[in-house]
């Protein structure tokens, strides 16, 4: 089986999306680690959100390995796919408490996304922007 990319890629191209996933992955490591860590202002984060901050150790897990999942290119789209189900509960969090913070893990999301569309040209056959 061979992992050629079907679309061309330049070097620009791939530049562009490693800078676009690294990123959103930086601040996902530092959210995810602050949530193994889970000082008490966290935990009072949590029930604020109307989660036990019991949860805050597995959320962290999902986080950091969806993350390193997403960064290793054998396996970023499946990566992406899990952050975006992770990002989507944080979006849908913020936005059931009317909070505005809901923009933040939606631009994450994107540029999670747009990364992986500049440095797969896999992920470009499969989304064609036509012109």
């Known amino acids: 089986m061979t992992t050629e990319s079907p679309l061309p890629t330049s070097k620009n191209m791939v530049w562009t999306g490693w800078v676009l996933s690294v990123l959103p992955s930086l601040l996902l490591l530092l959210s995810g680690t602050a949530k193994l860590l889970n000082p008490p202002a966290l935990a009072k984060n949590f029930e604020h959100m109307g989660y036990p901050a019991s949860l805050a150790l597995v959320l962290g897990i999902v986080e950091i390995s969806s993350t390193l999942i997403y960064l290793c290119p054998p396996t970023a789209v499946l990566g992406a796919i899990l952050l975006t189900g992770y990002l989507g509960g944080a979006v849908a969090t913020h936005a059931r408490l ?3 913070q809901f923009v ?17 040209g896999r992920v470009r056959a499969l989304v064609p922007i036509r012109r």
């Not at 999670?112 to 500049?118: A, H, M, N, S, T």
């Open 104 to 120: 933040v893990p939606a631009i994450l999301g994107i540029l999670i996304w747009l990364g992986l569309y500049f440095r797969d």
């Open 98 to 100: 009317l909070e505005t």
